[in-house]
Every structure is written in C-alpha cells, then in structure tokens.
T-cell receptor
C-alpha cells in the first residue's frame, strides 16, 4: 500500500510475555518514528531512525524496549517481559527525510497486556 | 520536561462557529510546527504546518498562527463542522539537524450541532 503499514493491528498478551510490533514505512522514506499513546495521554516519543545515523533512543521508557530497522526500511519494536502499563497504541510514522517534512502515521498497533 | 504544551484537554464549540486550539512551546530552537488530527482508532493525520519564517498559514477552513515572541501557536477552524470533532495535536521540531517531532498532549474538540 501507499501508506505506513503496521502489524498486528491488535495484540492481547499476558504479562511477562515478549511482543514484537512491525512497521513498514512509506517506500523511499528515510526517517522512521515510533510513538505510543496510552489511554487518555498524549503522543509519547519512543525512538527515531534517520537514514544510516545512530537512532535517537531517548524516548524508550526502559531497557525492556528495543527497536531495529533493517535495511533502512522495515522496523520492529520489541517489548520484553511486558507489563500492564505497556498497554497502549503504538504508532509508527515515516517521513521523506530529516524532520522538517511532514511525518505520516500508520493506523497503530493496539497492545493490551493482561 | 514538556517542551510542547496544550493546556486545554478539551474544547466544545457550536457548529458554524470558530474553534481555536492553542499550543505553547518552551524550546526557542523550534522552527517548524505542525498540527495533526486524530480520530478514535486511527493514526494521526497531518493537517497544516508553519515554519518560523511565517506568522500565518491558511488552508481552506484551517489557519495556523505563530507568535514566536510568545512561543505560542494556534489553530483556527472556521466554520467548525461536526466532522472536525477529533483530538488535535500540535508538534514542533528543528528543521536542521534531523530533530524529532515533539508533540503536545492533545486537545479533544467536540463540535455540537
């Protein structure tokens, strides 16, 4: 498709399990972002990839969270030993280049930890 | 450290009237600002942007105003329509240096018939 694609769209997992969330950015976009939105909260920055530069991981809330971007395209956000407070919608976005361009969001992956 | 703040969590406006959403920022290095709109169960969608070389940008019913000295921007929607009911996020960044977008907490706008 033409837009940012995220999978799964919904995930229910048991506390303590690991989850992987996938993001396919818009083709040709060099910048990729992960944000999350917890219930009733704003958009919380998690991590930012720009081309071949070292990612900005300053928003990752704990060392249980990690993300990779393979081949400058697809990205995977991994949450280890999930906790109930990890329940949120995880939003991926991409943009053509460094910030200053509009970023385009996917539909999000809704994670529920029970 | 909340660098971008939307102090009104919600706003209710009558259909046909003007909606004004406000946003304040603290980082004087920000030079690019955007507004996003989010419906429930959907990702945010881009609405309008403005760079710091301007103080106004208009697109149809939507106008964004930037007051750099006050570190304040606002989004005006006129006339407001029921389909405008959504959560609106403002965001800011620095164009140079590949800086990430920083978002505010969002304002839920409800347009009443």
């Amino acid at each position: 498709g033409a837009g940012v694609s995220q999978s799964p769209s919904n995930k229910v997992t048991e506390k303590g399990k690991d989850v992987e969330l996938r993001c396919d950015p818009i083709s040709g976009h060099t910048a990729l972002y992960w944000y999350r939105q917890s219930l009733g909260q704003g958009l919380e920055f998690l991590i930012y990839f720009q081309g071949n530069s070292a990612p900005d991981k300053s928003g990752l809330p704990s060392d249980r969270f990690s993300a990779e971007r393979t081949g400058g395209s697809v990205s995977t956000l991994t949450i280890q030993r999930t906790q109930q407070e990890d329940s949120a919608v995880y939003l991926c976005a991409s943009s053509p280049g460094p910030t200053g361009n509009t970023i385009y969001f996917g539909e999000g992956s809704w994670l529920t930890v029970v | 450290d909340q660098q971008v703040k939307q102090n009104s969590p919600s706003l209710s406006v009558q259909e046909g009237r003007i909606s004004i959403l406000n946003c304040d920022y603290t980082n004087s290095m920000f030079d690019y600002f955007l507004w996003y709109k989010k419906y429930p169960a959907e990702g945010p969608t881009f609405l309008i942007s403005i760079s710091s070389i301007k103080d106004k940008n208009e697109d149809g019913r939507f106008t964004v105003f930037l007051n750099k000295s006050a570190k304040h921007l606002s989004l005006h929607i006129v006339p407001s329509q029921p389909g405008d009911s959504a959560v609106y996020f403002c965001a800011a960044s620095r164009i140079q240096g590949a800086q990430k977008l920083v978002f505010g907490q969002g304002t839920r706008l409800t347009i009443n018939p």
